[in-house]
């Protein structure tokens, strides 16, 4: 992997408890050393973690820094941590600060708690899945970061200035970061070459139904491919070096399940579930909440696109072809 990244960018590959995989963290070297990301809140990460920046003589002094892609726990989990342990700054996109405010995450739990059985999840399940706290335990934050980052600004990283990139979708607070003179794009979950990250559903901000990921996604995907960087260096797997060819290969295949969803809709009225279901007749629990957000994907693009509508009935969300 290391030969496909350029001088200077060290990446380092922590596990994670999630069903995504091993995380990536960036050490960019040079005057202003800086850890892009930071893996998990486990043991097992932190001490390969701390490893890591003996190795590469980073230790305590806030003589370097930290900045996360977005506010997902395998990307910011460790923040407080290093923040506490090396007295370093941790800088964070300016929209995370949503969601890295202490309670938030309880909102959350709400919002899912309401929303899977209106998405037609049967209640024995939207049960046992609340057991689990929908997943969301590790999302709770006890501070928020030392500084916010703004799109369309730079922050200095290494020897040289990075453009702060809005790269929504994958969470609403999805940022890269862009280095004109080579290329370089640290992309977060923006786009992954083997695995297109579904999200958490998100309650929208303003507290009415929840954010449309994927139609975010997409715009993010014509970005990157408008941007055009030699390489993406990406939150999971290799990096990917034809990133605007790339793009726009997941734009096509995004495109295509979208259609297959609407061929669904077109038998009859569907609630997401049943989408589900139709796609993905094999699904355990953990499953279902993945499907269930990749399908919510679809469903917005097509109501949006106004090839579908969505009608409430009996405390049910149904969609229907247009
Ligand atoms: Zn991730």
């Not at 006890?142 to 990139?165: F, H, I, K, N, Q």
């Not at 993010?220 to 990133?243: A, D, N």
């Amino acid at each position: 992997m290391q030969d496909l990244i350029p001088a200077g960018v060290v990446s380092l590959r922590l596990p994670t408890p999630y069903p995504v995989g091993p995380v990536n963290c960036y050490l960019i070297q040079g005057e202003l050393p800086t850890l892009v990301d930071t893996g998990p809140p486990t043991e097992e990460a932190w001490a390969a973690l701390v490893r890591f920046l003996e190795e590469h003589g980073l230790g305590a002094g806030g003589a370097w820094q930290v900045v996360i892609t977005h506010a997902h726990p395998d990307h910011f989990g460790l923040g407080e941590r290093l923040r506490s342990r090396f007295g370093v700054r941790v800088l964070a996109p300016r929209a995370a600060a949503g969601w890295l405010a202490p309670g938030k995450v309880d909102e959350w739990e709400e919002f899912l708690a309401d929303f899977l059985p209106r998405a037609g999840v049967p209640g024995e399940v939207v049960r046992q899945l609340r057991k689990g706290r929908f997943g969301l335990g590790d999302f709770r934050v006890e501070s928020g970061p030392d500084g916010w980052l703004e799109p369309g600004t730079t922050v200095r990283m290494g020897d040289a200035p990075w453009e702060v990139v809005s790269l929504p979708g994958h969470s609403s607070c999805s940022t890269g970061f862009w280095r004109r003179e080579d290329g370089t794009c640290l992309g977060g979950d923006a786009l992954l070459l083997d695995a297109y990250a579904h999200s958490v559903l998100e309650p929208a901000m303003d507290g009415k139904g929840w954010y449309p990921g994927l139609l975010r996604q997409m715009e993010s995907l014509e970005r990157i491919r408008q941007l055009g960087p030699e390489r993406v260096l990406p939150g999971h797997g290799e990096p990917v070096t034809s990133p605007a060819s790339f793009a726009a290969s997941r734009l096509r295949y995004l495109r295509g399940r979208t259609e297959t969803v609407w061929g669904l809709l077109m038998e009859g009225e569907k609630t997401p579930y049943q989408v589900v279901l139709n796609l993905y007749p094999h699904l355990s629990w953990v499953e279902l909440m993945s499907g269930l957000w990749e399908v919510m994907g679809y469903l917005d693009v097509l109501e949006e696109r106004g090839e579908a509508i969505r009608e409430e009935a009996g405390g049910k969300l149904y969609y229907r072809a247009l």
